[in-house]
T-cell receptor, first 116, second 115 residues
Framework: DTGVSQNPRHKITKRGQNVTFRCDPI?????LYWYRQTLGQGPEFLTY????????KSRLLSDRFSAERPKGSFSTLEIQRTEQGDSAMYLC??????????????FGPGTRLLVL | GNSVTQMEGPVTLSEEAFLTINCTYT??????LFWYVQYPGEGLQLLLK?????DKGSNKGFEATYRKETTSFHLEKGSVQVSDSAVYFC??????????????FGGGTRLMVKP
């Protein structure tokens, strides 16, 4: 069990550019979540996958954001035409769905995005 | 909808002092409650959890009791150490409302423990 990994750890980009982040969940975890955390705030839910299906998206996820999990393993989060307001820490978490038990989400170290 | 409110920080304590970080929530039904901790430069780690009323979660000397009557889940530790310096997040999930069990977090409380 190597934990949840995220790449890159840091990304600096210019406004208007596209960026893509990757998350590798704990193996055999069928649920994968993306959250966004701005400075001094708690994480906010963006979207989640059950296997390869994207089952829920927050209204925070504008149409410039897209997430995929093509084979039910790793996931990517792409932001198109970045804006300065997109600057934040993007967190990925994974969990294993458990029947009638409260599952635990395990978080990766995050990707810190700075849009200049 | 769901929401979590926790006391603002920073909280500054001397080593071996008693710690309380208040957390209250708003949710329908019977949410599960969590405390996560974020050490400097690291990701969020689950500290403890409670899944039903009157449950007490505990780990590493920290405790929190799920109080449905006061909709609270306050974090306590009897004697803090310098190594406990971190940001603490209270969170809930509400599987009856959200089949995906996504977490709703409070704003976080920074704890600084001085030797």
């Amino acid at each position: 069990d190597t934990g949840v990994s995220q790449n890159p750890r840091h990304k600096i980009t210019k406004r208007g550019q596209n960026v893509t982040f990757r998350c590798d969940p704990i193996s055999e975890h069928n649920r994968l979540y993306w959250y966004r955390q701005t400075l001094g705030q708690g994480p906010e839910f963006l979207t989640y996958f059950q296997n390869e299906a994207q089952l829920e998206k927050s209204r925070l996820l504008s149409d410039r954001f897209s997430a995929e999990r093509p084979k039910g393993s790793f996931s990517t989060l792409e932001i198109q035409r970045t804006e300065q307001g997109d600057s934040a820490m993007y967190l990925c978490a994974s969990s294993r769905e458990q029947w009638q038990q409260q599952e635990t989400q395990y978080f990766g170290p995050g990707t810190r995005l700075l849009v200049l | 909808g769901n929401s979590v409110t926790q006391m603002e920080g920073p909280v500054t304590l001397s080593e071996e002092a008693f710690l309380t970080i208040n957390c209250t929530y708003t949710a329908t039904g019977y949410p599960s409650l969590f405390w996560y901790v974020q050490y400097p430069g690291e990701g969020l780690q689950l500290l403890l959890k409670a899944t039903k009323a009157d449950d007490k979660g505990s780990n590493k000397g920290f405790e929190a009791t799920y109080r449905k009557e006061t909709t609270s889940f306050h974090l306590e530790k009897g004697s803090v150490q310098v190594s406990d310096s971190a940001v603490y997040f209270c969170a809930l999930s509400n599987p009856l409302l959200n089949a995906g069990n996504m977490l709703t977090f409070g704003g976080g409380t920074r704890l600084m423990v001085k030797p």
